[in-house]
């Protein structure tokens, strides 16, 4: 598998593949009829979120549906969740304790190392902030957040996870690299990303793409352990973006979950800005289960990155507020134990059996 999966990485680097704005021409023969529609529901997408903005300056209590895309059902609120999720400070302190208890199965493995990848301005930045906004017990900006079109990260940073004040670390550890699709000749290769995963990047390698990774490279980890490898990837999309991603994206997500299967790795996505999309969620967050425009947008995304909903979860990052809100806690961090079981899939897969005989 391993073999394969570098003879794949060879012959991707030789020919330039590289996550920038991936060329339509790799859909290959597809309809016309299908950009057109994408085209038109895009527009409609545009002009909708125009809509909600516009509403959510102003207090209404109209319950009108805001979104209606070309042969599309008027979008509304569900009278019940299509996710359980109970929205309680019981539920928080539980997640808590889930996530702070965690432990690799693996006798190998101390923490859990997670590669965050996404768009520029996806939310991957804000997420590892958020996450540990949650354990401090206040808002915090751990990892720098950027605000314009490129990617604000540059090199591979990761941060532990602070667990409460007073309690040990957790054991999960959130990998932050610059943004996909940055432009034709910028953005994470495909290259450079397995080899993250591989775990042969050293800590604070800033990446360029003329300049991929190689053995030659300050810091190159030979012979990495499970300690250095990447035990689970975390798509991130953004919601408010999805209809107008370049064509070319889920091409390129869906090669790269390709190359990432074959080394064993798990993957989950979550969909960030769903407060941008839906003014009740943007209000309430327990509403988020109940918005017939976020389910739709999930299956967006699934279709985006071609994996089932089940493997995505919907997230609200903190980013102007100061305070903490007890329900988006609990949607990040039903996030993150949602990552966590299939990081521990991965140890399950790869853990030696004198392990399991110990």
């Known amino acids: 598998m391993q073999k394969d999966s570098g003879d794949k990485t060879k012959l991707a680097r030789n020919a330039g593949f590289s996550f920038g704005l991936a060329s339509t021409s ?14 038109s529901l895009s527009r409609a997408f545009n002009e909708s979120l125009s809509k909600v903005k516009a509403a959510s300056s102003t207090v209404k209590k109209e319950d009108k549906p805001l979104f209606t895309f070309p042969g599309a059902q008027p979008f509304g609120k569900l009278e019940s969740q299509w996710r359980d999720v109970e ?6 302190t539980t997640l808590m304790k889930t996530v702070s208890s965690y432990k690799p199965s693996s006798k190998e493995v101390t923490k859990a190392r997670v590669l965050l990848l996404g768009p520029v301005g996806s939310g991957k930045s804000s997420f590892i902030s958020s996450v540990q906004s949650v354990f401090d017990g ?20 990761s941060f532990n996870i602070r ?7 957790n054991r999960l550890v959130l990998c932050d690299v610059m943004g996909l699709g940055d432009g034709e000749m910028t953005g ?18 800033k990446f360029s793409p003329d300049q991929p990774v190689r053995s030659e490279t300050v810091g190159y980890v030979k012979r990495p352990g499970l ?10 999309v953004n919601a408010s973006k999805i209809m107008s991603y370049p064509k ?21 996505a979550l ?24 389910q739709n947008m999930m299956a967006k995304a699934g279709a985006l990155l071609g994996m089932s909903t089940s493997y995505i979860v919907p997230v609200k990052n903190y980013s102007s507020e100061l305070d903490l809100d007890m329900s988006t806690d609990i949607l990040l961090l039903g996030a993150v134990d949602h990552i966590l079981q299939y990081a521990d899939l991965y140890f399950q897969d790869n853990t030696p059996q004198f392990d399991e005989c110990a």
């Open 26 to 39: 790799t859909f290959g023969s597809a309809a016309a009829a299908e950009d057109e529609e994408r085209d």
């Open 87 to 92: 929205w309680t400070e019981e539920q928080k």
């Open 138 to 157: 206040r808002v915090t900006n751990r990892a720098m957040v950027g605000s314009s079109s490129t990617s604000f990260t540059k090199k591979l940073q």
């Open 163 to 169: 667990g409460q004040k007073g309690e040990d670390p």
């Open 188 to 205: 994470l290769t495909l290259h450079d990303t397995l080899s993250i995963i591989k775990g042969h990047v050293p800590e604070g390698h």
């Open 227 to 236: 300690n250095e490898k990447i035990h689970c990837v975390a798509f991130v």
């Open 248 to 268: 070319g994206l889920s091409t390129t997500f869906q090669q790269l979950r390709e190359h990432i299967s074959d080394l064993g790795v798990h993957q989950v």
């Open 271 to 294: 969909l960030t800005h769903i407060d941008q999309i839906c003014p009740d969620t943007a209000k309430d967050v327990t509403q988020v289960y109940k918005s017939c425009l976020i």
